[in-house]
C-alpha cells in the first residue's frame, strides 16, 4: 500500500482549519488567519506522526487532550476560563458532529452485501464491524456536513431573533374574532394619509368568511378600488368598515390597500398586552411568511407607551 504523507498532510491541513474556522464562527470570535494556520499546522503535522512507529506513544488520550488544548490557545489565544471552555467545547462539538455525519451517510450508502461481508463474529458470540471509510470520502463529505451545519445553525438563529419579535393579535370586528401570529415591523410606516390612522396588515384569507365570496383569490391581481366598486351593501355587511388606504410598494407605483376599521386590536407581545381601537386592517392577498411563522404585520406606532394597556383595564 502506497501513502501519499504530503497528500495527507494537506488533506488534515484543510479540514483542522475548517474545523477551526467553524468554531470560531459559533462562538462569535474573530480570528487571525496566521493563528488559524499556524493551529491547523500543529494539528495536520500530528496526523503525519502516526506514520512514525518510534512516536506511537503520542497517541494516547492525554496527548490527544493536550493538543486540542494547544490548537485552541494558538488560534483563539486565552482571555478568559470561560471564553476557552466555550471555544472547546464548540470545538469537540463541531468535531463529534461532522465524524458523526460521515458515518451516517458512509452507512447510508452502503448495501446489504456491503454490511454483511463487513461483520465479524467474535469468540464470545458477539459481532463486530469492519468499518472502512476511503479518504476522498472524508475529504468530500466533511466540507459538506460543516456548510450544512453552518446553514442549519444561521437558520436557527434568524428564526430565533425573528420569535423575539413575533406576538399574537386578536381583531374584534363586528362580534367575529380573529387571532394569528404578528410580526412586529419597526421600518413599517404604512398609515391611512388623512387621519394617520395606522394600519396593520393581515392576510385577506383570515377574514375569508366574511369577505365577499367574488374577492376570493383577485385581492392580488385587480385593484382594490375597482373590488370595492363592484360591493354593494346587500352582498357584503362590512361595507361601511372598508377604507382605501394608498401606498407605495418596493419597485411599485402607487396603489391602493383595502382595510377593515376593526372595533379592538389586542397585541401580545412578550410579556407586555397592548390594546388599541384607532387602528386599520390591511388585507394582503398573498402570504405574508412563506414559513408560515406570522399572518400579520403590526404597525410599531400600536406598541407605544402611550398606547399600551391591559385588556382587561379596557373590557372591564
Known sequence: MVVYIDLIFAANLLIDGVLLWLTGWLVKLRVSWWRLVLSAVIGALYVVMMFVPELSFLYTFLIKFGLSVLMLWVAFGFKSLPQYLRCMGAFYMINFMAAGGILGVHYLLQSTSEIWNGMVFTTSGGQAY???????????????????????????????????????????????????????????????????????????????????????????????????????????????????????????????????KPDLVTIKLGSETYTCTRVLIGLDGGTLSGEGAYRAVIHPDLTQGELAATAAAVLS
Request: with cysteine; net charge neutral.
Open 130 to 260: 469492519k468499518l472502512k471509510i476511503g479518504f476522498w470520502f472524508v475529504v468530500v463529505m466533511l466540507p459538506l456536513l460543516l456548510v450544512i451545519f453552518k446553514a442549519v445553525h444561521s437558520s436557527r438563529n434568524r428564526r430565533e431573533q425573528l420569535d423575539s419579535y413575533i406576538g399574537e393579535v386578536t381583531v374584534d370586528i363586528d362580534g367575529v374574532t380573529v387571532t394569528c401570529p404578528g410580526l412586529l415591523d419597526t421600518g413599517n410606516r404604512l398609515c391611512d394619509p388623512l387621519t394617520r390612522i395606522p394600519v396593520m396588515v393581515m392576510e385577506a384569507s383570515l377574514w375569508e368568511g366574511q369577505l365577499p365570496p367574488s374577492w376570493k383569490g383577485r385581492l392580488t391581481q385587480d385593484g382594490a378600488d375597482r373590488l370595492l366598486l363592484e360591493t354593494d351593501g346587500q352582498s357584503f355587511a362590512w361595507q361601511d368598515r372598508m377604507r382605501l388606504v394608498p401606498y407605495r410598494g418596493i419597485n411599485r407605483g402607487a396603489s391602493f390597500m383595502l382595510a377593515l
